[in-house]
């Protein structure tokens, strides 16, 4: 049980240290959080439909925005 909650800390930090980073437009950052919300589109996936089907619609529209050329100058 000690183990399940240092993971979840753990990806709590990735996260706060990834939106941090992301704001002082680090390019490294926009990956991170892409592979954060991808990880939690695989880990929904053994939860519910509804709750896959929202962090895949997430995903794909972090990706449009932050990816897309206009925004991407910013990185």
């Known amino acids: 049980m000690e183990r399940d909650y240092l993971l979840i800390a753990g990806?709590?930090?990735v996260a706060i240290v990834g939106g941090v980073f992301l704001l002082?437009?680090?390019n490294w950052a926009r990956w991170l959080m892409a592979a954060w919300l991808a990880f939690h589109v695989v880990v929904s996936f053994y939860h519910s439909v509804?709750?896959?089907v929202m962090h895949?619609?997430?995903l794909i529209l972090y990706v449009?925005?932050?990816f897309r050329p206009?925004?991407?100058e910013y990185f």
Do not use: K, W
């Open 70 to 72: 206009p925004d991407s």
């Open 64 to 66: 449009f925005f932050v």
């Open 56 to 58: 895949t619609i997430l």
């Open 24 to 26: 002082l437009g680090h």
């Open 50 to 52: 509804q709750e896959a």
């Open 11 to 13: 990806i709590r930090v």
